[in-house]
């Protein structure tokens, strides 16, 4: 299969010279405008049964080169909605088409995707289903954090681990390294298996968010078993006949609980800063600052001690690009200074010693990307990055009645953490034929880790190649198939991965997607390489690992109910199936029951399905979704216990419901918004071995909502305010169960009670 693969891309030299050699082209260029006369953005243009075509920018503005002649030009943002034009191309000439209209106003189109995309396209055509978080609900739902943004969507589940300051995130039933986190289409560095940079990411800086459930191993390598997150970031307009520059600015305030002290202290504080420039020589420049800090929540503590710990974060970003016609080459700097503090009250009440512990966090990202498209049918695609991850632990002793401070010589008491990581991938589009589309790639990655609980300083690199195809055979079938060989790997990895997607458009107004994909995860460093002893701990990585892999079955069915200009209402069911082998688990070893290591003895599977319905009526827009994710009992693998009790059933089920409701009044130019979230008990079964009694134990269910308006205040403000956690939520109970009925156990923080918020923006575009 590899000698396949390497035969395609060497193909794609040859034809890259064979296209130079054809016949000479004309320029042919045009405007696309919406119904209601906006600029109409990625709407497909093309010369019927040719390979001659592209699609629309931001502007609505094409470009693309084509041999003089009689043709018939199409212009649609879907198939069933085309438009077709008698044009003739002529020699020597502009061939500009200034006045093409598409059968959509501007509220009728879709988002514009680029995640698992050849290019750019809307979400309506893409062959995933596709979750978009956009720039306006981001500013509605007044964020300072990805778990705020995030906390109320459909299928998403966040714990958080006050112990560390640090946010769990879940997709699908799955979380930690089975979810890819990008920012830009790059992977980010994380120190351990519960995607800790997802709490690290500058909410300020970001455009919009694409959500892809199910494996997308093929395109993005390991931990894309549950799926894609990823985050597009803002950048700088270009406008060819004049240079554009903008200033946009943000101070939030809000309270934790009851707890709160101005801009300092008790509290969230969010402020930001960004500049942007462009020129139109096609330079372009960007610079942000953000300051996120939140103070803590004091919760069931007294003195110094908080339950949530206080945390300041500071990101720092800096891009210099250049984007002219077909070429688009930018790099980005970046930079996090994090730190978590974690305040404790003296051992007794007599000692006039206290211990604090914080947590320092610097995070270096390097990323430059180049897009550079040779011509109609042939483009190329590079992404490369590096990043340095340094996290420390500080714990210092303090004196209350002298003053003097030194270092905890504690066990454990001091440590550092550095992980390093170099990306690189590269691919390229080729139309092949006017429906056939070709995209083969190659990737690697390189990870470095070291610090007092890794052994050495190990480091795993991976090369691997893929090749994707896109056929579209009718109007109505898209099918896309796709393989990951892996080249090198140090560890043992699955020769290869394989996927394959289906569109099929029913009617003009009903769709329905088809996917199989096998998954796979590659052990971590510190799975491979982790070495723990203390006199509470003897934990050993396991170099012997093998890549974790999962079968994956999903599809959805779309249906577009109502879509005119006065209303939109689109209703989505979709499913899956997920079935996880040689998953990673700690275990004892099998010559020393004392010491624990990490094995491939575990399986699991996930199951569910989503209704999500989007309605837009006039000055309303609401979205309600409903969820069902089942979780694999493992006890169904204990011969013992399955024997013992036939009923148990093979997955328990947690429900989830979710409404974002926005109304917007025109007069007065108010929205206002409401965000819901129940999100269902998850119980699970266990076995209590001395009394061989079954039953189940897991965390209870809860409400959450919040309450923004938004309200704009001249040409240039905004002001935000309003209530967040409105039911006061703090602990949701834990269950436990034994001798046949079910009790309370420990609480699981979920939030710190009713918050309020107000915040003020500033954005001046010219």
């Not at 007065?668 to 129940?678: C, G, P, V």
């Amino acid at each position: 299969m590899l000698k396949y693969i390497f035969i395609v891309i060497a193909l794609f030299a040859v034809t890259l010279n064979t296209i130079a050699q054809k016949t000479t082209k004309e320029r042919v260029s045009g405007i696309v405008k919406t119904t209601d006369g906006q600029p109409a953005e990625c709407i497909s243009v093309s010369l019927k049964n040719t390979t001659y075509g592209c699609i629309t920018d931001e502007n609505g503005h094409f470009e693309f080169d084509a041999p003089a002649g009689e043709y018939i030009l199409v212009v649609y943002s879907i198939a069933a909605h085309r438009k077709e034009t008698p044009v003739i191309i002529k020699t020597s000439d502009s061939n500009f088409f200034p006045d093409l209209t598409i059968i959509e106003n501007k509220n009728q189109l879709e988002e514009v995707v680029v995640t698992g995309q050849f290019t750019p396209q809307s979400l309506r055509n893409s062959l995933y289903k596709v979750r978009v978080i956009n720039n306006q609900a981001i500013q509605q739902k007044a964020a300072t954090d990805m778990q705020s943004l995030l906390n109320t969507e459909i299928g998403v589940r966040i714990t958080n681990d006050i112990a560390l300051g640090e946010n769990k995130f879940e997709l699908m039933g799955m979380g930690g390294n089975n979810i890819k986190i990008l920012v830009d289409g790059v992977p980010l560095v994380d120190r351990g298996a519960t995607k800790q940079s997802l709490s690290q990411i500058d909410i300020n800086t970001i455009e919009q968010i694409e959500i892809i459930e199910g494996p997308m191993s093929v395109i993005y390598g390991t931990d894309a078993l549950a799926g894609v997150v990823n985050v597009i970031t803002k950048k700088a307009r270009v406008v060819p006949d004049r240079n554009t520059y903008s200033v946009s600015a943000r101070v939030q305030e809000e309270t934790i609980g009851d707890e709160y002290e101005a801009f300092s202290g008790e509290g969230i504080h969010n402020e930001s800063l960004n500049l942007n420039w462009g020129s139109k020589t096609g330079i372009y420049l960007d610079g942000a600052y953000s300051r996120n800090v939140t103070g803590g929540w004091r919760g069931d503590e007294v003195g110094r001690a908080r339950t949530w710990a206080p945390k300041d974060q500071f990101y720092y970003d800096v891009t210099a690009g250049y984007k002219k016609k077909n070429l688009n080459v930018w790099y980005r700097l970046s930079y996090l200074d994090e730190t978590t503090f974690k305040p404790e009250n003296p051992k007794t009440e007599t000692s006039n010693e206290i211990v604090d512990v914080d947590y320092l966090v610097d995070r270096y990202t390097h990323n430059m990307q180049a897009d550079w498209k040779v011509n109609n049918r042939l483009g190329f695609n590079v992404v490369s990055s590096y990043q340095d991850y340094k996290r420390r632990t500080r714990t210092i002793v303090s004196d209350l009645e002298s003053g003097e401070k030194w270092l905890s010589t504690d066990e454990s008491a001091q440590d550092v953490s550095k992980f390093q990581g170099i990306f690189t991938r590269a691919t390229a589009t080729w139309k092949a034929t006017s429906n056939i589309d070709l995209q083969p790639g190659i990737e690697y990655n390189w990870d470095k880790g070291s610090g007092g609980r890794i052994f050495g300083e190990p480091d795993i690199s991976t090369f691997a190649a893929f090749l994707s195809a896109e056929w579209r055979a009718t109007e109505w079938f898209s099918i896309r198939p796709g393989v990951r060989s892996i080249i090198a790997a140090d560890y043992d990895a699955p020769v290869a991965i394989p996927s394959v997607s289906t569109k099929f458009s029913l009617n003009p107004d009903m769709d329905l997607r088809l996917s199989y994909a096998y998954g796979f995860r590659a052990p971590t460093l510190q799975e491979l390489y982790f070495s723990f002893h203390n006199a509470n701990h003897d934990i050993e990585g396991n170099p012997d690992l093998k890549a974790e892999y999962s079968n994956n079955f999903t599809g959805s069915y779309t249906w577009r109910i109502f879509h005119n200009e006065t209303i939109r209402l689109t209703s989505t069911l979709s499913a899956f199936y997920n079935d996880f082998q040689d998953r990673i688990e700690t275990a004892y070893e099998s010559e020393n029951s004392t010491k624990t290591t990490y094995k491939n003895i575990s399986k699991y599977k996930t199951t569910g399905g989503t209704f999500e319905n989007a309605l837009m009526w006039k000055n309303l827009q609401a979205n309600i979704g409903f969820s069902l994710v089942g979780r694999y009992n493992n006890l169904q693998d204990n011969e013992d216990v399955a024997a013992e009790n036939k009923d148990m059933p093979d997955f328990r089920f947690s429900p989830e419901l979710s409404a974002s409701i926005t109304y917007h009044i025109t007069k007065s130019k108010t929205n206002l918004n409401l965000f819901y979230k129940f999100t269902g008990s998850r119980d699970e079964y266990q076995y209590d071995s001395t009394t061989k009694e079954l039953y189940l134990g897991g965390v209870g269910s809860f409400h959450w909502a919040d309450f923004t308006i938004s309200q704009r205040a001249g040409k240039y403000l905004n002001i935000n305010a309003g209530i967040k956690n409105i039911f006061d939520i703090t602990t949701v109970r834990n269950t436990a169960g034994g001798s046949g009925h079910d009790v309370s156990g420990p609480s699981t923080l979920k939030g710190c009670g009713r918050s309020y918020f107000v915040g003020l923006s500033f954005l001046f575009n010219k």
